[in-house]
């Protein structure tokens, strides 16, 4: 196991023993990285802006905030998971040379694109269940048409 990986474990293992429940008491979303603990209540980050009555969304520093001041607006709990990534970036990379600028644009692109795959096999295996469970009498998506 890599020093990385160490330090996420740690730091996954510790936030767990503060929540009060396994996932979001609101939505059920179990991504560790998205909960919080809100008055006794663990929530995802999207779900507790949502009861302070904010849009579920945060600015987010793609090469981070000491880097580049440019944001994108992206969903709440998106950016508690690519924040939590970038915790494993090296933080000794000296910030007058010129390839740290680049090195900080690799590992946010590869945040990215880890994330996001992550994302799509979860939505690829929820539709795989749907398709599993879908019953005889559904209509067919492409016609709107009853299934024979």
Request: net charge negative; hydrophobic share 35%.
């Amino acid at each position: 196991m890599s020093e990385g990986d160490f330090n996420r474990a740690m730091r996954h293992h510790n936030k767990k023993r503060k929540l009060t429940a396994k996932q979001c008491q609101q939505c059920g979303n179990d991504d560790i990285r998205a909960l919080q603990v809100v008055t006794q209540v663990t929530l995802c980050a999207e779900c507790r802006l949502k009861l302070q009555g904010k849009r579920p969304v945060e600015d987010h520093h793609p090469l981070g905030r000491r880097n580049d001041p440019g944001t994108v607006s992206i969903p709440a709990n998106d950016h508690a998971a690519l924040s939590d990534m970038r915790l494993d970036w090296p933080e000794d990379l000296p910030d007058d040379h010129p390839l740290s600028v680049i090195v900080i644009g690799l590992l946010a692109i590869r945040d990215l694109f880890l994330y996001f795959a992550d994302r799509i096999l979860g939505w690829a295996e929820l539709l795989i269940q749907w398709i599993r469970d879908d019953q005889s009498g559904r209509e067919s998506w492409a016609t709107g048409q009853a299934a024979p």
